[in-house]
């Protein structure tokens, strides 16, 4: 039997207890790190009394009257509250009990408050036992969701708060028996979410993806996000009392916390949820240093000790993946202090070690100033070559996003990366194929000879350096245009429709280089744009290349989907483009529909030299659609465009030029009508991808 599946229960499945919620499984070649070999914390030893007979007779005909039956609520609440009355006495056996479990799981989501709370301090004596169980765990992280649910309907807040005191007071007697076992680091992470008042369901773990997106500037980080949740403290109080009466009992085994990888997924969730509250942070980030109390109130923090350890901790898989979150939220002084005093010296060492180098990387995306960028570029920026070659292309992208966040370096980074995969007669031509394929590039016996590997895969890491690569200005990145553009038509057809190759053509036709490259590498689709077009991939880069072709181009385009209208409609991405291209239309009326786009383009054109910025404006003649490099100008564009394409829409169904009738009349064009036609605007389909 399978652990139960019920939409209100976000308990973990019973055979996948270790669920990560660090920072640290972000990118890189080494996708896992090795197990961790810090000795298990023992426990002392229980003997679970066996249920009698008629008590297993009396759950099972509930779990029978309940279970997959509609009853009224009033009456269902009456039912569960009757029968948690029953295991007054009895909550370890029946808690960790495989087949009761189930059900006391479902009298939990059924009962009222009272009834709840109830359960929950009747658990509170033995709770070490319970939570620490594969079945006792989904019973009270049941219990904890069911809170949860009571606390966003505004109940009695003083009744959980009784309950949930008594929870942790039982707990802090031993926290680190709790902590160390796989199934009691959940429900310590669920307690202190519910202190904190955070949705377990989006806070219980960050995704790895949603770190890189941070890391590569895709999305803004969490870290900021956390203030806001501040006013949403239901327990403040109790929240800092319990993770300090934690730490202070388990004080004396702080060296083993630090290397169990469930203790540290504990206290990375700590640490996320002080997010806002320094204070509070740099005393837990003291305590996971290993700086002693003296220290700290001598204003000194890291001590030589202190340092030696840490230097050695970042090797262990836990440790790393804590110091990944210490990095993320730790004030600017104490991260310069970590930076000068701990890492300076040692980050090319650190980046060739399959653990630390995550802490590199983080080290990187969270830079401060100009002035740590400076730093980290003294001792990585030449050593890019070395970093590829130990398949520690993370420590690279890390490297190039930071300096695009500070404007530091960004050129040097640029020149450096190129040069680390292509010297010699071979420059620039083979930069994009050699990053695009990294792993079997640098894993190559023969570089010289080494050429385009069909039917491989494309590298990820390498493709998300390209992509941040095709963000910056175009004059810093020259070399990597002319090679883009020097690519075979059969390599630039094969990367459409890779998903990590298609991203890169889309960066660059997406990017702010000029018109006529860009065109240069569409031509070279010339003929596959049909076959591209329904492809779950090639679809998307399609509309990257109808949107930045000229109007010769774009009937080409067309012209190639045109046979493939019954297809297309099947697909995902087809009716989208169906629309967007206005295929019927071209079918029906070519002449009409050439006439269309020219409208539309001379349109944007104009709109765009009146009203765009000013750094835009000499961009139009060249190509109107181009985005500038700063990403508030982007938006800008972006506001313009969607204020002018529902009138582009409109301008479909009528035979009468564009520029005759709404050029003239866009300065007079009341409030109300501007209103009606943002809303139909709003309303056509919008292409939404999640960026890889």
């Not at 095709?470 to 998903?499: G, M, N, W």
């Not at 490259?517 to 591209?532: C, D, M, N, S, Y």
Request: charged share 25%; proline share 3%; hydrophobic share 35%.
């Amino acid at each position: 039997m399978g652990r139960k599946t019920s939409k209100k229960h976000t308990g973990f499945d019973a055979d996948n207890t270790i669920e990560s919620v660090s920072g640290g499984n972000t990118y890189d070649n080494d996708r896992t790190r090795k197990p961790n070999q810090a000795t298990p914390v023992p426990q002392t030893s229980f003997l679970r009394q066996q249920i009698d007979p008629e008590t297993a007779k009396y759950f099972a005909e509930i779990a029978n009257a309940i279970e997959g039956t509609e009853i009224d609520p009033e009456e269902r609440s009456v039912i569960c509250g009757n029968a948690l009355e029953e295991t007054r006495g009895k909550e370890v056996e029946l808690a960790t009990d495989y087949i009761i479990s189930h059900t006391l799981q479902t009298l939990l989501e059924g009962c009222s408050l009272d009834h709840l709370c109830s359960f929950l301090q009747s658990c509170a004596k033995n709770i070490s036992h319970i939570a620490a169980d594969r079945s006792g765990s989904h019973v009270v992280e049941t219990a904890l969701k069911s809170l949860s649910y009571h606390l966003q309907e505004n109940e009695n807040h003083s009744l959980i708060e009784q309950a949930l005191t008594k929870l942790c007071k039982a707990i802090v007697v031993n926290p680190v028996d709790i902590m160390c076992n796989c199934h009691g680091s959940h429900v310590l992470r669920s307690l202190l979410c519910l202190l904190k008042g955070v949705p377990l369901e989006e806070f219980h773990s960050t995704k790895s993806s949603v770190v890189l997106a941070e890391r590569l500037n895709l999305k803004a980080p969490h870290a900021k996000d956390n203030g806001s949740l501040q006013s949403q403290q239901i327990f403040p109080n109790l929240l800092k009392d319990f993770v300090s009466e934690m730490l202070n009992v388990a004080s004396e085994d702080i060296s083993k916390l630090q290397t169990n990888q469930y203790s540290s997924l504990v206290l990375q969730t700590a640490l996320k949820l002080f997010a806002g509250n320094e204070q509070e942070l740099l005393h837990l980030i003291r305590v996971l240093l290993g700086s002693s109390a003296e220290s700290a109130n001598a204003g000194n923090l890291l001590e030589g000790k202190t340092i030696r350890n840490i230097s050695r901790l970042v090797e262990e898989t836990a440790y790393s993946h804590l110091m990944e979150v210490i990095l993320e939220f730790v004030p600017e002084t104490l991260y310069s202090e970590l930076l000068t005093k701990v890492f300076r010296k040692s980050l090319f060492r650190m980046s060739s070690h399959h653990c630390a180098n995550f802490v590199v990387q983080a080290l990187a995306s969270h830079a401060k100033s100009e002035d740590h960028m400076d730093l980290i570029w003294e001792e990585l920026g030449t050593k890019f070559h070395d970093l590829f070659e130990m398949g520690k292309s993370g420590v690279v992208a890390s490297v190039l996003a930071a300096t695009q966040r500070l404007h530091s370096h960004e050129h040097e980074c640029c020149q450096a990366i190129a040069s680390a995969v292509c010297t010699g007669d071979e420059f620039p031509k083979c930069i994009i194929p050699r990053i695009l394929f990294l792993e079997n590039f640098f894993c190559s016996g023969d570089k010289s000879n080494w050429s385009w590997p069909h039917g491989t895969k494309i590298h990820v890491v390498g493709s998300l350096i390209l992509q941040s690569i095709f963000r910056l200005p175009s004059e810093l990145i020259q070399v990597y245009i002319t090679s883009i553009t020097s690519l075979e038509e059969h390599h630039v057809l094969e990367a459409s429709k890779d998903p990590s190759g298609s991203r890169v053509i889309e960066s660059f036709l997406n990017s702010n280089i000029s018109a006529k490259q860009k065109r240069k590498l569409v031509a070279k689709l010339r003929g596959h744009f049909g076959e591209l077009s329904v492809h779950p991939f090639g679809s998307f880069t399609v509309e990257k290349c109808f949107t930045a072709s000229n109007l010769s181009l774009r009937e080409t385009i067309v012209s190639e989907m045109l046979p493939l209208q019954s297809e297309l409609s099947k697909t995902k991405q087809g009716p989208y483009l169906l629309r967007k291209f206005y295929i019927d239309g071209f079918a029906r009326q070519p002449d009409q529909w050439k006439s269309r786009q020219a409208s539309q383009q001379s349109a944007l054109k104009e709109f765009y030299a009146t009203f765009g910025p000013r750094e835009t404006k000499s961009l139009v003649k060249e190509n109107f659609l181009a985005d500038t490099h700063s990403k508030p100008k982007q938006e800008k564009l972006k506001d313009i465009r969607k204020e002018i394409e529902p009138t582009l829409s409109s301008a479909k169904t009528s035979n009468t030029p564009f520029l005759a009738h709404q050029v003239s009349k866009k300065v007079k064009r009341s409030k109300d009508e501007k209103k009606r036609h943002r809303k139909d605007g709003q309303s056509e389909s919008q292409r939404k991808r999640t960026k890889v």
